[in-house]
C-alpha cells in the first residue's frame, strides 16, 4: 500500500520528499495507536491497582472514568513548564525528548501482524536493543540538567540499574536468536508456527522470566522503581519537570512497557500466531479471529502482569537489585546459552530439527 | 537529489558538526553529550553503507553503555575551568604543529586521491546479503585465533579492574550486607507469636481526684 503510495508521489514531485511524505505517513500510523495505547494503559494501570486496593479508581470523567485519561492530558499541556534556576535550560529542554525519541523510534521495526511492519530488517532484535538502550540518556541527561541533589540521585542509579540489566536482556535474546536462527522478528515469530509447544517459551522458560523481569527493571517500573523512589529521593529524575516536560517522560515509560510486552510476545509467545494451533476441534472454531488479535491478547496479558507487580511488590533495596542482575540473571543465562547448545547438537524437541 | 544522498549528508553533516564541538565546548558533560550525537550519527551514516551489524553495535556498546559510564564519572568530577586553562598560549604554538603533522600524516594515508568512488565502486548487493554473516564467517574462521586472543585480553583485564578495586575490609571497619542470609530468613527468626491474655481494667470507682487531675 506504501510502495504504491511512494510511486504516485514520486511520479509528479522530487523522488526525496515523496520518500520523506510516504515515512511520515508510516510514522503517524504506528505512533498514534500507540500513544493512544499509551493513554489508555495508564486508565487501566489506575483501575487495575484501585480494584486490587479494593478501591474504584477514576470513575468521575465520562462513562467508567473512560475520558480520564484525555482531561488528564489536557489538564497537563495547559500546565506552566517551570524551568528551574541554575539549570541547564537546553540540556533540562531536550532530557524529555531523549526519552520519547528512542521509545518511538523502536516501532519502526515491530511486526504487528503477517506483514503489518514499516520496515523488516534482517537486524530487528539488535535494532531494538541497540535503540532502546539510547532511552538511558533522558534519565541521566535529565538528572544532571535540574541542577538538584535528588534528580542526580536518581539519574545515577537509573543509569547503573539500565547498564546492568541490559547485558541479561542481551543475553536472553542471545538464546531466542540461537534457537531461532535468525534476527528478523518476522521470521522468529513464523519459526515459532505448528502450535502451543512450538513456542520458544517452552525450550526458553528460564529466558523467558529473565527477559520480562529485566524489562520490568529497563523501564524503571516497580518493584524496581529505585530511580524515583518516592520515599527516598522525592521523585528521582523528573522531581524538577511540571506541565507537558513531564507527560513526555511518562509516555516515554509507558511506550517502552509496551514494547517490551511486544518484544516478549515476539520473542517467546509467538507473536500473532493463535495458541489453538493444530489442536483439531479448537483450531477451527478459532479460525475467524485475525492475527493482530492474539498479538494484542498476549500484550494485553503482559502489560497486566506489569501493572500486578507493581501492586503487589515492595520496592527493591539499591543492593539487592544490583545482585539480581549481575549475580543472579546474567550467571543464569550464561549458563543458558550452554544448554541451547546442547539441544541444537542433541536436536531437541520441535525447536530444532 | 536521491533520498539516500539527502540522509547521508544529513548525518554526515551532524557527525562533523558533533566532533568539531567535543573538543571546542567547555563543560565536560556537554562533550560527552556532544560525543553521544557523533556516535549515533556515524552509525546512521554505517548503516547507509550497507554495514548496518556494524553500526547497530556501535550505538548498542557505545552509545549504550560505554559513554553512559562514561558521563556517570564527568558528571560527578567537580573540575576547575580556569585552572584547566593555564598555560593555554604557552602551549598554544607546540599544540599547533602537533596538530598540523598529525593532520598532514592523515592527508598522505587517506587524502582525496586514495577516496572517492572513482577508486572504490561500492558493490552492488542482492537483497539477501546479510552484513552480519559477512563479518561473523571470517571472523570466526580466517581469524578465530585473534578473535580468541582477544577474548582472553579482554578477561584479563575485568580480573585485573575487579583486583584493583577490590578492598575486603575487616566486619569491625565496614558493614557487609550478607544478602544470603537475609533471603534465608524465615518469618519464624524475626517474629515470636506470644499469647497474651486478655485484661480486663476493673470498673474505677467514680473519685474526685481524676477530675482534679484533669483541671
Same mark, same amino acid.
Not at chain 1, 547498564?163 to 522468529?188: H, P, Q, R, W
Given at each position: 500500500?506504501?510502495?504504491?503510495?511512494?510511486?504516485? *508521489?514520486?511520479? /509528479?514531485?522530487?523522488?526525496?520528499?515523496?520518500?520523506?511524505?510516504?515515512?511520515?505517513?508510516?510514522?503517524?500510523?504506528?505512533?498514534?495507536?500507540? !500513544?493512544?495505547?499509551?493513554?489508555?494503559?495508564?486508565?487501566?494501570?489506575?483501575?487495575?491497582?484501585? @480494584?486490587?486496593?479494593?478501591?474504584?479508581?477514576?470513575?468521575?470523567?465520562?462513562?467508567?472514568?473512560?475520558?480520564?485519561?484525555?482531561?488528564?492530558?489536557?489538564?497537563?499541556?495547559?500546565?506552566?513548564?517551570?524551568?528551574? #534556576?541554575? #539549570?541547564?535550560?537546553?540540556? $533540562?529542554?531536550?532530557?524529555?525528548?531523549?526519552?520519547?525519541?528512542?521509545?518511538?523510534?523502536? /516501532?519502526?521495526?515491530?511486526?504487528?501482524?503477517?506483514?503489518?511492519?514499516?520496515?523488516?530488517?534482517?537486524?530487528?532484535?539488535?535494532?531494538?536493543?541497540?535503540?532502546?538502550?539510547?532511552?538511558?540518556?533522558?534519565?541521566?541527561?535529565?538528572?544532571?540538567?535540574?541542577?538538584?541533589?535528588?534528580?542526580?540521585?536518581?539519574?545515577?542509579?537509573?543509569?547503573?540499574?539500565?547498564? #546492568?540489566?541490559?547485558?541479561?536482556? %542481551?543475553?536472553?535474546?542471545?538464546?531466542?536468536?540461537?534457537?531461532?536462527?535468525?534476527?528478523?522478528?518476522?521470521?522468529? =515469530? &513464523?519459526?515459532?508456527?505448528? %502450535?502451543?509447544?512450538?513456542?520458544?517459551?517452552?525450550?526458553?522458560?528460564?529466558?523467558?522470566?529473565?527477559? +520480562?523481569?529485566?524489562?520490568?527493571?529497563?523501564?524503571?517500573?516497580?518493584?524496581?522503581?529505585?530511580?524515583?523512589? &518516592?520515599?527516598?529521593?522525592?521523585? %528521582?529524575?523528573?522531581?524538577?519537570?511540571?506541565?507537558?516536560?513531564?507527560?513526555?517522560?511518562?509516555?516515554?515509560?509507558?511506550?517502552?512497557?509496551?514494547?517490551?510486552?511486544?518484544?516478549?510476545?515476539?520473542?517467546?509467545?509467538?507473536?500473532?500466531?493463535?495458541?489453538?494451533?493444530?489442536?483439531? *476441534?479448537? &483450531?477451527?472454531?478459532?479460525?475467524? =479471529?485475525?492475527?493482530?488479535? /492474539?498479538?494484542?491478547?498476549?500484550?494485553?496479558?503482559?502489560?497486566?502482569?506489569?501493572? /500486578?507487580?507493581?501492586?503487589? $511488590?515492595?520496592?527493591?533495596?539499591?543492593?539487592? *537489585?544490583?545482585?539480581?542482575?549481575?549475580?543472579? $540473571?546474567?550467571? *543464569?543465562?550464561?549458563?543458558?546459552?550452554?544448554?541451547? !547448545?546442547?539441544?541444537?547438537?542433541?536436536?531437541?524437541?520441535?525447536?530444532?530439527? | 537529489? #536521491?533520498?539516500?544522498?539527502?540522509?547521508?549528508?544529513?548525518?554526515?553533516?551532524?557527525?562533523?558538526?558533533?566532533?568539531?564541538?567535543?573538543?571546542?565546548?567547555?563543560?565536560?558533560?556537554?562533550?560527552?553529550?556532544?560525543?553521544?550525537?557523533?556516535?549515533?550519527?556515524?552509525?546512521?551514516?554505517?548503516?547507509?553503507?550497507?554495514?548496518?551489524?556494524?553500526?547497530? =553495535?556501535?550505538?548498542?556498546?557505545?552509545?549504550?553503555?560505554?559513554?553512559?559510564?562514561?558521563?556517570? =564519572?564527568?558528571?560527578?568530577?567537580?573540575?576547575?575551568?580556569?585552572? !584547566?586553562?593555564?598555560?593555554?598560549?604557552?602551549?598554544?604554538?607546540?599544540?599547533?604543529?602537533?596538530?598540523?603533522?598529525?593532520?598532514?600524516?592523515? @592527508?598522505?594515508?587517506? %587524502?582525496?586521491?586514495?577516496?572517492?568512488?572513482?577508486?572504490?565502486?561500492?558493490?552492488?548487493?542482492?537483497?539477501?546479503?546479510?552484513?552480519?554473516?559477512?563479518?561473523?564467517?571470517?571472523?570466526?574462521?580466517?581469524?578465530?585465533?585473534? +578473535?580468541?586472543?582477544?577474548?582472553?585480553?579482554?578477561?584479563?583485564?575485568?580480573?585485573?579492574?575487579?583486583?584493583?578495586?577490590?578492598?575486603?575490609?575487616?566486619?569491625?571497619?565496614?558493614?557487609?550486607?550478607?544478602?544470603?542470609?537475609?533471603?534465608?530468613?524465615?518469618?519464624?527468626?524475626?517474629?515470636? !507469636?506470644?499469647?497474651?491474655?486478655?485484661?480486663?481494667?476493673?470498673?474505677?470507682?467514680?473519685?474526685?481526684?481524676?477530675? &482534679?487531675?484533669?483541671?
Amino acid at each position: 500500500m506504501f510502495t504504491t503510495l511512494q510511486q504516485w *508521489l514520486s511520479g /509528479w514531485m522530487w523522488d526525496w520528499l515523496a520518500v520523506l511524505i510516504t515515512l511520515l505517513i508510516q510514522a503517524v500510523v504506528v505512533i498514534l495507536p500507540i !500513544m493512544i495505547a499509551v493513554a489508555y494503559l495508564t486508565y487501566a494501570e489506575r483501575k487495575v491497582i484501585a @480494584y486490587m486496593q479494593v478501591r474504584m479508581g477514576p470513575n468521575r470523567v465520562g462513562p467508567y472514568g473512560l475520558l480520564q485519561p484525555i482531561a488528564d492530558a489536557v489538564k497537563l499541556m495547559f500546565k506552566e513548564v517551570v524551568l528551574p #534556576s541554575q #539549570s541547564n535550560v537546553y540540556l $533540562f529542554l531536550i532530557a524529555p525528548i531523549l526519552a520519547i525519541a528512542p521509545a518511538i523510534a523502536v /516501532w519502526a521495526v515491530v511486526p504487528f501482524a503477517p506483514g503489518w511492519v514499516v520496515t523488516d530488517i534482517d537486524a530487528g532484535v539488535l535494532y531494538v536493543l541497540a535503540v532502546a538502550s539510547i532511552t538511558v540518556y533522558g534519565v541521566v541527561v535529565s538528572g544532571w540538567a535540574s541542577n538538584s541533589k535528588y534528580a542526580f540521585l536518581g539519574g545515577l542509579r537509573s543509569s547503573a540499574q539500565k547498564i #546492568s540489566y541490559e547485558i541479561a536482556m %542481551g543475553f536472553a535474546l542471545v538464546t531466542v536468536l540461537m534457537v531461532a536462527d535468525t534476527m528478523n522478528l518476522t521470521k522468529i =515469530v &513464523e519459526g515459532q508456527q505448528g %502450535g502451543i509447544w512450538h513456542w520458544y517459551l517452552i525450550p526458553l522458560l528460564p529466558m523467558f522470566v529473565v527477559y +520480562f523481569i529485566s524489562g520490568v527493571a529497563e523501564t524503571n517500573r516497580a518493584p524496581f522503581d529505585i530511580a524515583e523512589g &518516592e520515599s527516598e529521593i522525592v521523585a %528521582g529524575f523528573h522531581v524538577e519537570y511540571s506541565g507537558m516536560a513531564f507527560a513526555v517522560f511518562f509516555l516515554a515509560e509507558y511506550a517502552m512497557m509496551i514494547l517490551i510486552s511486544y518484544m516478549t510476545s515476539i520473542m517467546f509467545l509467538g507473536g500473532w500466531l493463535s495458541p489453538f494451533e493444530g489442536i483439531p *476441534l479448537l &483450531e477451527t472454531l478459532f479460525a475467524w =479471529v485475525p492475527p493482530f488479535f /492474539w498479538l494484542a491478547a498476549k500484550v494485553a496479558f503482559l502489560l497486566f502482569v506489569f501493572l /500486578w507487580f507493581r501492586a503487589t $511488590f515492595p520496592r527493591y533495596r539499591y543492593d539487592q *537489585l544490583m545482585r539480581l542482575g549481575w549475580k543472579v $540473571f546474567i550467571p *543464569l543465562t550464561i549458563v543458558w546459552v550452554f544448554v541451547v !547448545m546442547l539441544m541444537h547438537y542433541f536436536k531437541v524437541g520441535p525447536w530444532f530439527n | 537529489m #536521491s533520498f539516500e544522498q539527502l540522509v547521508f549528508y544529513a548525518f554526515a553533516a551532524i557527525a562533523a558538526f558533533a566532533g568539531l564541538m567535543v573538543i571546542t565546548v567547555r563543560n565536560p558533560v556537554k562533550a560527552a553529550l556532544w560525543l553521544v550525537l557523533a556516535f549515533v550519527s556515524t552509525a546512521a551514516v554505517w548503516i547507509l553503507a550497507e554495514a548496518e551489524f556494524l553500526g547497530l =553495535v556501535l550505538i548498542l556498546v557505545y552509545v549504550g553503555a560505554v559513554l553512559v559510564l562514561f558521563l556517570f =564519572v564527568v558528571m560527578m568530577l567537580d573540575i576547575n575551568l580556569a585552572e !584547566m586553562k593555564e598555560g593555554f598560549t604557552r602551549y598554544l604554538p607546540i599544540g599547533v604543529l602537533v596538530s598540523l603533522v598529525v593532520f598532514g600524516l592523515i @592527508y598522505m594515508v587517506v %587524502g582525496p586521491e586514495h577516496f572517492g568512488l572513482e577508486q572504490f565502486k561500492p558493490t552492488e548487493h542482492g537483497p539477501d546479503y546479510s552484513n552480519t554473516k559477512e563479518i561473523a564467517v571470517p571472523l570466526y574462521t580466517q581469524h578465530a585465533y585473534a +578473535f580468541v586472543l582477544a577474548a582472553v585480553l579482554l578477561l584479563v583485564g575485568i580480573v585485573a579492574a575487579i583486583a584493583l578495586t577490590l578492598r575486603r575490609r575487616p566486619p569491625s571497619e565496614a558493614l557487609y550486607q550478607d544478602i544470603d542470609a537475609q533471603v534465608r530468613v524465615r518469618a519464624e527468626d524475626r517474629l515470636t !507469636m506470644v499469647k497474651i491474655p486478655a485484661e480486663v481494667e476493673p470498673d474505677l470507682p467514680e473519685n474526685k481526684e481524676e477530675e &482534679e487531675g484533669a483541671k
